[in-house]
């Protein structure tokens, strides 16, 4: 059930909940009278010795980070071959994701497809119908581009009010990647586009033939054809070995384990650009070929997976944002549910169409909080409320939901999913 807090009732007092550019270590440390044996006695792990280098040919996690992983909601994922689970978000920290983390968005499961039969055809509106194995893609000049990923149907959820309780269940199907592929513009400048050429359709190599339609001038822009991802293959179920990446747009037009690409004079109308992926009004009328995924930003931490587990003093409030028409600009954060905004520090690589990473340091009086980010993109787009987005898009939409997310956080620091109004 959606839980709605109105702002205007409540004495909020901010003069006490100022940044704290730099904080004394001596505020921070954990002082105690006693002495704390986890410092005073000898560890298992100074006395032992620990495994050899061939314990693990490929690296893992620390035992103690097994929470750590993609998860699903089980009255979501009605069948686990044609379903999602989610990036944990409120986990990670800085702007690259972990290739094992990375969530998953499938129609037809994973594909397993063997690299010595990979083919990618070049049809239609071109001067030569061409067959490319994965050594002949291999050839063309290599570029690197980190960029993120993210589902049409990512907060989805959260159109008619506060569903899913978690930074991970809310904001979690998006992922940002160092990619490692070549322009496709070269392999069409290769096969040769026909002047009359105006949109491409992309075809997967899965059960589900996923297929988008992709405009011609995109595809000669930016979009890659990747088979590398922060610096190792793709794995299976990031469409092994071979995936478009279209920056800035929608996840599904991502077409993995993509096969053929056709050169054509209009667009096509599959099926995942009539049954899904428009955007319903509440009028009944639907827009389409709503490709751009518009600025949006999340607290990742604190949030409802990682509630606040101190008391009273100095916190450290992070989180990402991340816009498909450019940069972010500015990062600002609210303490107040929106009343008041403070410009939050961005640190880390900060790329056009990439996540950027933002933080905000201020000192908690153990009063509570509703916290908010929003983001603002290089083109001055600034993320809106979902009151917003509401009164122009209404109720019955599933995809692009971009509105600011509010957590609110109890005394005892339990943080929960809201709306403010």
Known sequence: MSKKYNTSRRNFLISSLTTGGAIV??????????????????????????????????????????????????????????????????????????????????????AIVNPKKYRLMINGLVNQNTVFNLEDLMRFPRTNRLYFLECAANSGMEW????????????????NVLYTGIKLKDILTEVGVKSSAKWILAEGADSSAMTRSIPIEKALNDCLIAFKMNGESLRPEQGYPVRLVVPGWEGNMWIKWIRRIEVGDKPWHHREETSKYTDLFKDGNARRFTWEMDAKSVITNPSPQSPVLHGPGPMVLTGVAWSGRGKISRVDISIDGGINWKEARI???????????????????????????????????????????????????????????????????????VEVS
């Not at 105690?32 to 006395?47: F, G």
């Not at 994922?77 to 990036?87: E, G, L, R």
């Not at 880390?348 to 009086?365: I, L, N, Q, T, V």
């Not at 509703?370 to 603002?376: F, G, K, P, T």
Request: charge should be negative.
């Open 160 to 175: 008619r009010g506060a569903q899913l309780n978690g930074c991970q269940f809310t904001h979690g199907m998006i992922h």
């Open 25 to 110: 270590a001596s505020d921070v440390a954990r002082a105690t009278q006693n002495d704390d044996p986890a410092i005073t006695q000898l560890q298992p792990w100074a006395s032992e010795l620990g495994d050899g280098v061939d314990a693990s040919p490929y690296g893992r996690p620390s035992n103690f980070e097994d929470h750590v992983i993609r998860r699903n909601v089980p009255w979501l994922t009605a069948d686990p071959t044609s379903s999602v689970n989610f990036t944990p978000l409120h986990a990670l920290d800085g702007t690259i994701t972990p290739n094992g983390l990375c969530f998953e968005r499938h129609h037809g499961g994973v």
């Open 347 to 417: 640190s880390g690589p900060a790329g056009s169409k990439s996540m950027h990473r933002f933080y905000y340091e201020f000192d908690w009086d153990g009063k509570q909080l509703l916290l908010q980010s929003r983001a603002q993109d290089d083109t001055g787009y600034v993320q809106p409320t979902k009151d917003q987005l509401r009164s122009i898009r209404g109720e019955n939409s599933i995809y692009h939901n971009n509105g600011i997310q509010t957590w609110a956080i109890d005394r005892n620091g339990t943080t929960e999913n």
